[in-house]
Each structure stands twice: as structure tokens, then as C-alpha cells.
């Protein structure tokens, strides 16, 4: 059985990581004294500094979970504060033992790692992971009696934030270019305030889709769960444990924002829901075969 | 599909090169899409349901533990399973083969590449494998889709086509069933408020072009495969 241990760059995180690494900081001009063959030299280094350092990831995130569960039921056998604790704490956890991401991120702040690395290193983590993502959507499935359809949605999601990640390397490619063959810090400065400018409305906008997307998962696991040790995985999704007309409508948000981003993305690159299917692919030969029979002959009973 | 998506991209060449406008209409939208819903979510219970079931409770009939790796006693297992459901659709007559015929040749051929590689399959492990391999397609087609039909980035635009319940029921009359009958109404309904010469363009031949000359004579509607459209254009 799979678990479901995210990383700080899955869809649930998203936009607060690249948030933190893309738009909290300020460009700094930073003078060194270097030493070379017995002599000292003075280096002019460019970096950035986190501009609000006392803000944290766990405020972030916090401020996320409760507007989330602000805005679904919750039953009655959960205490609303008590769950945003549980999942702060397990957002926090994951965050503190990536060591990875983290180091990623503070060398971003010294100056040593450029922002496309940054990025780069979102998507390189995305792609790695990103199996494990589908298997822990088709475990769920497998202990559920949810239709394959909703999970589908989810991993659209999951796609959508991959593509997202492209588009936003091609903008901080170029605007990282400029700046750094700019004359002075003026320069560099004005370059990188216009990639924070470009990239902020596509953070927003990817963001807005994983508030609601982690909505939809919390709101379907916390109904499924008995007690809090269970709100992460529980041991089986049912569909009778959610009141209809609310997973509706949780549901229904979810989609039509999911809808908003994709078209919103189109601007920025119109072909990224351009792609492939090979035909002669068992599954993609299967699934045009069964779709072309009568919807009556697609029922099966024993 | 390869010989139907030649066809399509004919259509698509044709469209492109002679500037021909190419509209779906809302009743094939909806369809389109909630077919796809439909066979993904036939697909996801016959793994879930189906598969998973009988595999399980072959193995607990006879002692087997579930993590077992399975091997070809759980192939022997699933060929009872689908003998089971060919013969029960025979002798009823009810509903088609093909279905299951399909599907056991995929979970099948999929089972044998993974003994063929030496693979140590369990049956949570098979069935995670099936399930993912239908989310990535059914995901990459909500791609496809998406980017065709529903922001209309290629070479169809949507019609939103107010459908004359009068012109539907003559076309059912003509023996062409729901939603088949709204489509071709919506064509007709187009031609007649456009005044522009439509032609019809489906893959469907058992209910639709079956019937062509009878659309002609009668609703005075062009229906051809994607392959001749442009030609009855002129």
C-alpha cells in the first residue's frame, strides 16, 4: 500500500514553496574582499534577501489550512483548530527534513544559485516524483468506490502544475538572461522586478487551483476518516461518507478553477495541451475501441 | 485508430489548407466528453471490481496469501473470469463481447510482458500498474480535449446550435436514435439559419452513413466520412 508523503514541491505546496523561493526576495548587491596570489581584491556580487524573513513557511501555511477548513464542513468529531494544527505540523515535518529543497532555497537567498537553477530544480524534483503521485492516485482509487473520472481530475491537476513549471522556467530563462548582462545594479534590479512582475499573476493563478484542489482531498479524507490519526490516508475512500450536494460543490470549484488555469496558462504557451497520443499504446488502442462501442454494451453485471 | 486518425487528419489538412470552417456542435460536446467519462469509469470498475474481486477470492479459496507474486495460476484465474462473461453474454445475448474480449487482451498481454521481463508482480501491484496506466491516458485525453474542444485552440470552433425539436423527431423517424438524431438536427438547423452548404462528417457508418441517402433525399443533409468532406464541398 502506498503512502502519501508529499514533498514541498507537490501540488498541495506548490505555489507557497515557489512563492518563497521566486517572490520573497529583493535583489542585493553584496561587495567581497577576496584574496587572490597574496593580494587583496574587492568583488561586487549579485544576490537576494528574503524580504520578509520573519515570515515562515509554517505561517504560510497555517494561514492555508485554515482558510481551507474555514470553507468546508467539517464533522463534528474534529476540532477545526486541533486539524490545522495536525496538518501544519506534518506541512512543517516535511518541509524541515527536506533538506534538500531547503538548501536549494537559502542558496537562492546567498546569491550562490541562480533563480533558473531554482526553477530547474522544481521541475527535475516534479519529474522524479511525479510517478509516485499517480501511484498514490491509483492506490486511492483501488480503495475506493469513487469513479476512476475524479481521480483523473486530480492528476490533471498534477499535469497542469507540471506545465506550469515550464512556463514559468521560459520566463525566468529570459528575464535571468537580461539581468545578468545588465551594465549596473539599476539595471539588474529593474530585470528582476520584471520577472517578479511576470511571474507573480502565474503563481497567484496556480495557487488559487491547489487552494482548491487540497480543499477537495482534505474535505474527501476528512469525511473518510474516523479519528485524526486517519486524516492523511484513510483505509478506505467512500462516496456514502460525503454529503452529495456539499462534494458537489467543493467538486465543482475545484474543476472550474482547474478549467481557469489551464486556459490561463494557454496565454503564456498556447501548445501545452498540445500532446500525443500514441495510438498503437495497449491502453490508448483499448480505450478507442471501448469508446467507440454503444454506452449500453459499457455495463457489466454478474 | 491509426486508420481513423488518418481520416481525421485529412479533414484537418483540408480544413487547414482550404480555409474551411469546422464546427462541433454542444449536443456532440457533451457527448464526446461524457463518453470518455464513461469508459474511463467502465475501465476503473472492471479493474477495481471485477479483476481485483475474483483474483482476491480465487486466492483465499485456496490458501494463497494475497502478496503472494502471482504467477500463471492467477492468469488461469482470469481466464475464468472473462470465459465466464463471454458465456454469459452469449447465452443471454445481451450486450457485446468486445468489451471484454478487449480488456482481457490487454490485462493479459500486460500480465505475460511483466513474467516475460522476470518482473515479481503482486496483485496490488498489477492493479496499481492497470490504474495508472488508464490515469495517464485518461488524463493526457482531458489534455487533447481541452485544448480542441473546449478552449478551441486547432481547427474546430463550437456552435451553440438551438435545436428544433421538430426537425430531431423526424430524424429519429428516419430509424437514428438519440443523441445521433440531436447532432444531425443541429447540423440541418445550422444549414437552414446559415444558408452556407454544411456537410456532415462522422466515422459512425453502422447508424449514420448507413442512412446518408436517406439524409439527403429527405433532410436534405450531406453526411460523408471525414476522408470525402471537402469533395462534397464542390
Known amino acids: ?302 | 485508430m491509426n486508420e481513423q486518425s488518418s481520416r481525421i487528419n485529412k479533414l484537418k489538412s483540408d480544413s487547414s489548407f482550404h480555409k474551411i470552417a469546422c464546427h462541433i456542435s454542444d449536443s456532440v460536446k457533451d457527448e464526446t466528453y461524457e463518453k470518455v467519462k464513461q469508459t474511463s469509469d467502465f475501465l476503473g470498475s472492471i479493474v477495481r471490481e471485477t479483476i481485483k474481486y475474483h483474483l482476491e477470492e480465487i486466492r483465499n479459496k485456496n490458501d494463497i496469501p494475497l502478496t503472494n507474486p502471482m504467477d500463471s495460476s492467477d492468469i488461469k484465474a482470469l481466464e475464468d473470469l472473462f470465459t465466464y462473461y463471454q458465456n454469459a453474454i452469449r447465452t443471454t445475448s445481451i450486450g457485446l463481447s468486445n468489451p471484454i474480449s478487449l480488456i482481457e487482451e490487454w490485462t493479459i498481454s500486460f500480465l505475460g510482458e511483466q513474467f516475460d521481463k522476470g518482473a515479481i508482480i503482486t496483485i496490488d501491484h498489477f492493479l496499481t500498474e492497470l490504474v495508472k496506466k488508464l490515469l495517464t491516458l485518461t488524463s493526457s485525453i482531458e489534455d487533447s480535449y481541452d485544448d480542441l474542444v473546449t478552449f478551441q485552440k486547432r481547427y474546430v470552433t463550437i456552435k451553440n446550435i438551438i435545436v428544433d425539436s421538430r426537425i430531431a423527431s423526424s430524424i429519429e423517424n428516419l430509424g437514428i436514435h438519440k443523441p445521433d438524431s440531436l447532432h444531425i438536427a443541429s447540423a440541418i438547423s445550422h444549414q437552414a439559419s446559415t444558408g452556407q452548404k454544411v456537410v456532415f462528417v462522422t466515422l459512425d457508418f453502422h447508424s449514420i452513413l448507413d442512412k446518408k441517402d436517406l439524409l439527403k433525399e429527405q433532410a436534405n443533409l450531406l453526411c460523408c466520412d471525414p476522408l470525402y468532406a471537402l469533395y462534397h464541398l464542390f
Not at chain 1, 536549494?104 to 516524483?129: G, M, N, Q
Not at chain 1, 480543499?215 to 474516523?226: A, E, G, M
Request: glycine share 2%; aromatic share 12%.
Open chain 1, 1 to 302: 500500500m502506498t503512502s502519501s508523503i508529499p514533498s514541498t514541491l507537490t501540488s498541495d505546496f506548490s505555489g507557497n514553496a515557489l512563492r518563497y523561493g521566486l517572490l520573497d526576495i529583493r535583489p542585493v548587491e553584496v561587495v567581497e574582499i577576496v584574496k587572490k596570489c597574496g593580494m587583496k581584491f574587492r568583488r561586487i556580487v549579485r544576490g537576494f534577501e528574503s524580504l520578509t524573513p520573519e515570515k515562515s513557511y509554517a505561517d504560510m501555511i497555517l494561514s492555508q489550512d485554515k482558510a481551507i477548513l474555514g470553507t468546508i464542513d467539517i464533522p463534528d468529531r474534529f476540532d477545526v483548530e486541533k486539524l490545522a494544527d495536525i496538518y501544519l505540523k506534518r506541512s512543517v515535518s516535511i518541509y524541515e527534513n527536506d533538506a534538500e529543497f531547503k538548501k536549494v532555497v537559502e542558496e537562492v537567498r546567498r546569491k550562490e544559485r541562480p533563480l533558473l537553477s531554482f526553477v530547474r530544480y522544481a521541475i527535475d524534483r516534479f519529474t522524479s516524483e511525479k510517478d509516485t503521485y499517480l501511484e498514490v492516485e491509483a492506490d486511492r482509487f483501488l480503495r475506493s468506490n469513487l469513479p476512476l473520472s475524479f481521480y483523473n481530475k486530480l492528476v490533471v491537476c498534477d499535469n497542469t502544475y507540471y506545465d506550469f513549471l515550464g512556463i514559468l522556467e521560459n520566463i525566468v530563462r529570459r528575464h535571468e538572461f537580461y539581468a545578468t548582462y545588465s551594465r549596473n545594479f539599476a539595471m539588474y534590479s529593474k530585470h528582476m522586478a520584471r520577472m517578479k512582475a511576470d511571474v507573480s499573476p502565474i503563481i497567484d493563478q496556480m495557487d488559487k487551483c491547489c487552494f482548491l484542489y487540497s480543499r477537495l482531498k482534505k474535505y474527501v479524507l476528512i469525511w473518510n476518516s474516523s479519528d485524526y490519526k486517519q486524516i492523511f490516508n484513510p483505509d478506505f475512500l467512500d462516496i456514502k461518507n460525503l454529503d452529495f450536494n456539499e462534494f458537489t460543490k467543493v467538486f465543482n470549484e475545484y474543476n472550474a478553477k482547474l478549467k481557469e488555469t489551464r486556459e490561463f496558462l494557454l496565454k503564456y504557451n498556447p501548445e501545452f495541451l498540445h500532446k500525443a497520443i500514441d495510438p498503437e499504446e495497449p491502453t490508448a488502442n483499448l480505450f478507442s475501441k471501448l469508446v467507440r462501442l454503444p454506452s449500453s454494451s459499457l455495463v457489466l453485471e454478474r
